[in-house]
C-alpha cells in the first residue's frame, strides 16, 4: 500500500477544493469594513471581485496579482498539487496576463501524513508552473491541521490589454471554455458514483491549463473575462454583470457539462457550497420553471480549476467558439448580455 493509499488526504476535511472558499455573504460581511485603495496606477482592486489586482508600471507593463489555495479535493498528492496551481495561475490569465513568477503557499500536518505526501504536493504544483513558463522562486509553509496548498502568482500584462470583469457591452455574447459540474463530479467520485471514464475526464480538466485558451481568445476583441471557481457560474456571471451595468440571458440548453454529472446531481449529490451559492445569489437569478433542479444545481456548483469565460461580440463569438473547439475546447456560447437590471442573472 503506498503512503497515499496509507494516509487518504481527503479523510478529515470539510470541503473539497473551491468548495472550501467562504460563502460570498460571509465574505461580504467580512471584507465590507476594509479602507478603499486609491492608486493612479492601481488599474483593478477589490471594487468589483476582480480575479486578480493589477498595478500599472508604465505604458508597456503592469503586474498582476494574485493568491488561491485550498484544502486537498482527492487523495492523490501529485494531482492536488497540481490543480490547486491550475486554479491559481488562472486568475492571471482571467485578467489577460502572462505567470511571471509563484511562491508556494503550503499548510501540512507533518505529524499525520509522511513528508513524502508533501514533496509530491509540492511536485505537482511544480509541474503546472513550469507548464505556464514561470518560475516556482519560493514561499512559505505551516504546520496546520489539514493540508492546504496554493499558489501567490505574480505575472505581467500590458496596461491596454487587460481583461477585466467590467468590460462586457450590451447584446455581447458569453463564451465558455471549461464544462460544469466540477463540485458535483468530486463529490461523486467520493461517494463511488461516478465511472472510471469520467473520473478521468473530470481530472483532465482539472489539470488543463487555461493558457492556451488565452492565447486562442486574444486574437479577438474580448470585451471582459473571468473564470468561474467557487461562486459558481451565476456567482461569477453575476459579478460581471454588475460591474459591467448589465444583465445575463443565460440558456440553460447550451451548458457544457461533465458526463454524468447531471445524474449525480439528481440523486442529490451536491456539495453544500452550492447550496450557500444559491442562497447568496437567489435575489439576483431568475430561473424559469422549465429548467430542471438538478440543472439549475450546476448553475451554482462550485467550480475548482474551471473555465474561462469571455464577453465577446455576436460577429466573434461564434468564430471564437469554434476555433477553441478545433483546439479541443469544449467551448459553448452560453448566452447574452443585455441591457436591464445591473447583474441580474435570468436563466430559461
Not at 458535483?184 to 473520473?199: A, P, R
Not at 473547439?325 to 448566452?335: F, L, N, R, T, V
Request: glycine share 8%; hydrophobic share 45%.
Amino acid at each position: 500500500m503506498s503512503p497515499a493509499e496509507k494516509h487518504k488526504l481527503t479523510a478529515n476535511i470539510k470541503a473539497q477544493g473551491c468548495a472550501a472558499k467562504l460563502s460570498p455573504l460571509e465574505l461580504a460581511q467580512i471584507v465590507k469594513s476594509l479602507p478603499k485603495v486609491k492608486s493612479e496606477n492601481l488599474l483593478c482592486g477589490t471594487d468589483n471581485f476582480e480575479d486578480a489586482a493589477v498595478y500599472k508600471f508604465s505604458d508597456e507593463l503592469a503586474i498582476v496579482s494574485t493568491i488561491d489555495f485550498f484544502p486537498p479535493l482527492i487523495d492523490d498528492p501529485y494531482l492536488y498539487g497540481r490543480i490547486a496551481a491550475v486554479n491559481a495561475l488562472s486568475d492571471v490569465y482571467a485578467m489577460g496576463g502572462k505567470p511571471l513568477l509563484a511562491l508556494n503557499v503550503f499548510c501540512f500536518p507533518s505529524c499525520d501524513y509522511p513528508l513524502t505526501l508533501a514533496e509530491e504536493i509540492i511536485r505537482g504544483g511544480a509541474s503546472a508552473v513550469d507548464e505556464a513558463g514561470c518560475l516556482l522562486v519560493g514561499g512559505h509553509s505551516i504546520q496546520a491541521p489539514e493540508p492546504i496548498y496554493g499558489l501567490s502568482v505574480i505575472g505581467t500584462v500590458s496596461p491596454q490589454r487587460i481583461l477585466t470583469n467590467a468590460g462586457a457591452k450590451e447584446a455581447d455574447k458569453i463564451v465558455l471554455c471549461k464544462p460544469l459540474g466540477m463540485g458535483v463530479g468530486l463529490l461523486s467520485h467520493k461517494g463511488g458514483m461516478l465511472s472510471e471514464n469520467t473520473y478521468k475526464e473530470l481530472i483532465s480538466n482539472l489539470c488543463r491549463l487555461n493558457g492556451p485558451c488565452l492565447e486562442i481568445a486574444l486574437k479577438y476583441d474580448l470585451h471582459a473575462a473571468t473564470d468561474i471557481t467557487g461562486f459558481g457560474l451565476i456567482g461569477h456571471l453575476h459579478e460581471m454583470a454588475k460591474a459591467s451595468g448589465l444583465k445575463v440571458r443565460l440558456n440553460s440548453k447550451e451548458l457544457p457539462l461533465l458526463p454524468e454529472v447531471l445524474q449525480c446531481a439528481e440523486q442529490g449529490l451536491v456539495p453544500a457550497a452550492a447550496y450557500a451559492n444559491r442562497k447568496a445569489y437567489s435575489e439576483i437569478s431568475r430561473i424559469d420553471e422549465s429548467v430542471d433542479l438538478a440543472l439549475s444545481d450546476l448553475l451554482f456548483d462550485p467550480q475548482t480549476s474551471g473555465g474561462l469565460l469571455f464577453s465577446v461580440s455576436a460577429r466573434e463569438a461564434f468564430q471564437l467558439a469554434e476555433e477553441l473547439k478545433q483546439a479541443e475546447w469544449p467551448a459553448k456560447i452560453i448566452g447574452d448580455f443585455l441591457a436591464g437590471e445591473s447583474g441580474l442573472i435570468e436563466v430559461f
